[in-house]
């Protein structure tokens, strides 16, 4: 565990110093992973708020329903800890500035919750994709890839109204007790002990019961999802009355969120994945990939509304429009600053998926932007690092630990890529990682 | 990298664990089996994965039943559930498993049959299969049909309704389908039942005029459609004096071969019978004798023009041509496909190893014991690949060290390559035949690594060295590759056997493996990994 930490701490130095001496390097914004200090800020602020909330549940839940919170909590906590000790937190001050100016606003035009947003952290993290949450404890999570799909920064300032309401609200803790409480009622346990007593219909029985259960606990989440839009929205048009309408760009951005903004035609392929002495074999571009399957699109057993967590994005922003009297003009243009933090986001986000081994996804996206950046130092030494990483995980037979499968539910791009990836031998590997030394 | 963005809270719980854990578990289902399904061109890839489950009990004979389609990624085509019957007999005890799984174009068509364990006080304890059924998949718009039995070579759709209760001759006397590569099915009636049905005696005991009796009478087979229509009919047995067993060898889209084991003592052990899988017009009658050895087929292959058939030799006095350590060697016949008739034979003796091994006539190497070819591979330019591994059944049963052999067109040893591995112990004597069945050799299975002849060998060794009991109570298990890439052997390893886990391989696309890993902590999880070379 400590060589790892060392490992990635001289690989944040290394990056650090190559995007600063990189031509391009003075216009964006790259997160300083080297910052140690930080992550033990992050864990020392953490383990405080842990602690308060432990004595809270103590103190408010007893019997068997208080000891399940409090074990369910602190297994939370360490899972997260783990993650600050495996440096997923990044810190940058121009982003963290972002972060406290927005926060600030917020709190000064909604005093009866100054309190909890001034004493509100926002966490800056590595991600497999454009997300944000809320723990509870006043923590709010954002992640990188979310800065780069995101307009301006009043769409950031919605998103974390909407994170802010959860806290608030808190329901994190509300949720879980629900939970738990539920799992401890008498008739629950009764239901269980009667279904395992069946001689026939058992399985049947107990399916109905489990899909029951997850329906009555995803709708509750979902009411939950709606109420921290509720407060957020309100929140969030206090502070940016002007831009109220960006909250419903943001909720509406959801629907497009997963979409490619750019990806890989059949001639980058050539050009990027080939090279003068091992081209790439036509086969592994022209291939079938998933084409010959149809996929089944819904679910037999499970009712996929019932099973969402969070209401549709279209009845999100309706829900807006229709509780709030929103001017859909009142939107907000980007800052420079923004646009550049946005722009440094791309970077970024390689960089961190390369931190959070995930090769695969992190060499895709830096061929992507080599495209536009080919003389790029810092994109050309990660695209060497990934592919050395996925060489030597498919000598030891984990690729798939660190490159996804082809899948239905990903882009044709993305799944040429990986198919090209996957299927490459190893002198064509070898051949491609020389290629690209060539280019640092 | 669709996922669900939700902008969501975390809740600080999972659903496993309590009540909600215990009924996961109550509708969890048992798997029932697991197969690769593959293409249906002769490419021998593969083209996903069917798992099925069996999850409710409706009544004493009704259950419910769960399918799972995976493509060759992985990823989920397709789930869903159905209603059977199960046969089930007094004093006997049943278990359902899942046949052939066979792919037809836009179709997937799959059996289910049970296994009866009963007792009778003439023969003792003995199984029967029995309840065979077929259902098909729509590969297009998913759906599937309900089952259909074979009765009297007729399809019959069966239903059911809860608490029904079946008989006897529901179950019984039920047809059996072969599928094969070329587009269909073959159904031989088998009338073998009606004399085994009271368990009375083992059919390999029958005298030759019970022979005449319950095989002697089966004159045609058919061959059917994946929807079971009949595509054509076909005669055998009409020479009285010549009858025979027949039962399915061997397909791909333009051949069926059928092995006829002859009834007439004085007539050859068996014949190879080829059809032309499209019109059901016989080609040939392949006669597989020597004047110099008796000889046992081992393996069939198919090119574009031949048949390849892989034999062990015997000597021309044995009697038991099963006992492969009784053999000689190995014969490779090549057929014409269009005309059946042969084009060459070639013999592969154990003294054609002499060079290699200090080896005699039957094959006894000295102060080792044997060898055993497991597989023969033939390549498109008229070469063969094999591995072989070597045993001794002196003492305690041990499998020693493989060998890798390439043969020239002739059949001639061109590259001998010994591979030094632990010696496994096994408890009794095992001979090639046994240990193989038994999947007690470390040879796992072979697979083409891609379209341009490169091929792979996947050998599973417990590396425990010393007694019996040590390699029972502590195995180290490890996956040999064994490449074949452009004319050249190399190999690697890979450790199955970890401090907090255990993998087992399982084959997967051409190139590919999927390992499987079992660990108490994480549970399990199947990862597809690309084989180097």
Not at chain 1, 130 to 148: D, E, F, S, T
Not at chain 2, 361 to 381: C, M
Not at chain 2, 404 to 419: G, H, P, T
Request: proline share 2%; hydrophobic share 35%.
């Amino acid at each position: 565990m400590i060589l790892e930490i060392a490992m990635k701490l001289l690989i944040g130095i290394l990056f650090l110093f190559l995007s600063l001496t990189s031509s391009f390097g003075q216009n964006l914004v790259l997160i300083d992973t080297a910052k140690q200090e930080v992550q033990q800020n992050i864990k020392t602020t953490y383990q405080e708020k842990v602690s308060e909330q432990l004595k809270k549940i103590k103190k408010n839940y007893s019997g068997k329903v208080g000891k399940e919170i409090s074990t369910v909590y602190s297994e939370f906590s360490e899972s997260f800890m783990d993650q600050i000790d495996q440096g997923n937190f990044a810190y940058n001050e121009e982003y963290q500035k972002l972060f406290d100016d927005i926060l600030a606003k917020l709190a000064d035009r909604n005093p009866e919750y100054s309190e909890e947003i001034e004493n509100t952290n926002v966490l800056l993290s590595y991600g497999q994709e454009p997300n944000a949450y809320a723990i509870g404890n006043r923590i709010i999570v954002i992640y990188v890839p979310l800065l780069k799909s995101i307009a301006n920064e009043y769409e950031l300032a919605f998103i974390l109204s909407h994170e802010l309401s959860h806290n608030i609200l808190d329901h994190s803790l509300q949720g879980t007790v629900s939970r738990i409480e539920s799992n401890y009622s008498k008739s629950f346990i009764k239901k269980t002990r009667q279904l395992k007593r069946q001689k026939y219909n058992k399985g049947l029985d107990a399916r109905k019961a489990y899909r029951n259960t997850i329906y009555a606990y995803t709708g509750r989440t979902r009411e939950q999802e709606q109420e921290a839009d509720h407060l957020g929205f309100e929140l969030f048009s206090k502070a940016y009355p002007n831009q109220a309408y960006d909250a419903v760009k943001s909720l509406q951005l959801l629907d497009e969120i997963d979409k490619e903004t750019d990806s890989l035609s059949s001639s980058d392929f050539k050009n990027i994945l080939g090279t003068e002495k091992t081209p790439l074999r036509k086969d592994l571009i022209n291939n079938e990939l998933l084409n010959k399957y149809h996929y089944e699109k819904s679910s037999k057993f499970w009712e996929i509304d019932s099973l969402k967590t969070h209401p549709d994005s279209r009845a999100r922003a309706a829900y807006i429009i229709d509780n709030f009297d929103v001017d859909s003009t009142a939107t907000g243009i980007p800052s420079e600053d923004f646009k550049r933090l946005k722009l440094s986001s791309n970077f970024n986000d390689v960089l961190g998926l390369y931190q959070l081994e995930a090769y695969g996804q992190s060499l895709y996206q830096a061929l992507i932007l080599s495209k536009q950046y080919s003389d790029n130092t810092f994109l050309n030494d990660l695209i060497v690092k990934n592919l050395q990483k996925i060489d030597q995980a498919k000598k030891s037979y984990e690729i798939s630990k660190y490159v996804s499968i082809p899948s239905p539910y990903d882009s044709d791009s993305y799944n040429t890529f990986l198919y090209v990836v996957r299927e490459l031998r190893n002198r064509e590997m070898k051949a491609l990682i020389n290629h690209y030394k060539t280019r640092i | 990298m669709k996922h669900f963005y939700t902008l969501i809270f975390i809740l600080w719980t999972t659903f496993s664990f309590g009540q909600i854990q215990k009924l996961s578990e109550l509708s969890g289902g048992e798997l029932i089996g697991s197969t690769i399904v593959y293409e249906e061109n002769d490419s021998h890839d593969v083209y996903g994965y069917f798992l099925l489950y069996q999850f409710n009990q409706q009544s004493r004979d009704i259950y419910d039943f769960e399918y799972v389609l995976l493509d060759k990624n992985l990823n989920k085509i397709t789930s869903n559930t159905f209603t059977e019957g199960v046969y089930k007999r007094f004093l006997g005890r049943t278990t359902v498993h899942l046949g052939f799984v066979k792919k037809y174009k836009d179709q997937l068509l799959f059996e289910i049959f049970d296994r009866i364990y009963v007792y009778n006080q003439v023969s003792g304890a003995n199984t029967k299969v029995g309840n065979q059924r077929y259902h098909h998949l729509d590969l297009k718009t998913l759906e599937l049909t309900p089952d259909y039995v074979i009765k009297q070579g007729e399809p019959i759709k069966r239903s059911y309704k809860s608490g029904a209760r079946f008989k006897k001759k529901d179950f019984e006397d039920l047809g059996t389908l072969t599928a094969t590569n070329g587009g269909g099915m073959v159904y031989i009636p088998d009338s073998i039942k009606s004399a085994y049905q009271g368990g009375i005696m083992d059919p390999r005991e029958f005298t030759k005029g019970m022979n005449k009796r319950f095989f002697g009478v089966i004159k045609d087979f058919q061959f059917l459609d994946p929807n079971f229509n009949l595509s054509w009919k076909a005669k055998i047995n009409q020479d009285e004096d010549n009858l025979g067993i027949y039962e399915y060898a061997a397909s791909d889209q333009s051949i069926l071969v059928l092995k006829k084991e002859n009834i007439e003592k004085t007539a050859p052990f068996s014949e190879l019978e080829l059809f032309d899988i499209k019109t059901g017009k016989k080609i040939n009658s392949f006669v597989n004798e020597d004047p110099n050895y008796k000889m046992n087929e081992f393996s069939i292959h198919f090119n574009k023009n031949q048949i390849i058939i892989y034999n062990m030799i015997f000597s021309p006095k044995e009697k038991n041509i099963y006992k492969y350590s009784n053999g000689y060697g190995y014969a490779k016949i090549i057929l014409d496909k269009k005309t059946g008739k042969e084009v060459s034979r070639k013999f592969l003796k154990w003294s054609d190893f002499s060079k290699h091994l200090d080896i005699g006539e039957n094959g006894k190497i000295k102060k080792y014991g044997k060898i055993f070819i497991e597989n023969f591979v033939p390549l498109k330019d008229g070469e063969t690949l094999a591995i072989a591994e070597g045993y001794n059944k002196r003492g305690k049963t041990s499998v020693k060290d493989l060998y890798l052999l390439k043969l020239d067109a002739d059949f001639d040893i061109n590259y001998f390559e010994k591979k030094e591995k632990t010696e496994t112990i096994y408890k009794g004597k095992m001979g090639g035949a046994s240990l193989l069945s038994k999947g007690n050799f470390a040879y796992f299975y072979g697979q083409e690594l891609d379209d341009d002849g490169n091929y792979v060998f996947l050998c599973v060794d417990n590396e425990t060295e010393g007694s019996l009991k040590k390699q029972e109570k502590n195995p180290q298990w490890s996956l040999d590759f064994i490449t074949y890439v452009d004319g050249e052997f190399d190999s690697s390893k890979l450790k199955l056997t970890r401090e907090d886990s255990q993998i087992v391989p399982m084959k997967a696309k051409k190139g590919w493996v999927i390992l499987q890993k079992f660990s108490e902590k994480e549970g399990v999880d199947m990862q597809l990994e690309r084989i180097n070379y």
